[in-house]
């Protein structure tokens, strides 16, 4: 197993933020972990909510941009199967030492992941105009 901690670790990149001595172990984790996996996912992320966007909210990409960033929000905080299934796609590259620290506060450690994914997918609204373009 050390071998597949090693290799997460090495492929997810740096840290992401800033880590000081003041740090909560929340925060810790958050840009020693969760930050740098949602960079890397982040193909895999849009690709997902444009799969959920087609198959449950059909009209999205027609939506004004404020719709949209609420749609995205709503999306994620409301459906339980979908943000089950996004937290999955973090935590199977989480090491085990991570998953370990993950269980001990699972409950803030996956709002702060699930606001972080938030942000991140409206950070990005504008790929959902280009969806829209294509069809």
């Known amino acids: 197993m050390a071998d597949r901690d090693t290799f997460l670790r090495e492929f997810r990149g740096e840290t992401l933020g800033t880590v000081s001595a003041q740090s909560s172990s929340d925060e810790i984790f958050q840009n020693q ?32 941009v404020e719709k949209k960033l609420l749609a995205i929000e709503n999306s ?28 001990q506060n699972s409950s803030s450690l996956n709002k702060r992941m699930m606001n972080l994914l938030i942000e991140r997918l409206k ?13």
């Open 33 to 64: 972990t969760i930050r740098p996996i949602l960079k890397l996912q982040n193909d895999l992320f849009i690709a997902v909510f444009i799969n959920y966007v087609n198959k449950n909210k059909p009209d999205f990409f027609s939506y004004s």
């Open 76 to 103: 994620i905080q409301k459906d339980i199967k979908f943000r089950n299934s996004l937290k999955g796609i973090v935590m199977a590259l989480f090491t085990l030492e991570e998953y370990e620290t993950y269980i």
């Open 123 to 135: 950070s990005q609204v504008q790929l959902f105009e280009v969806e829209s373009d294509s069809k």
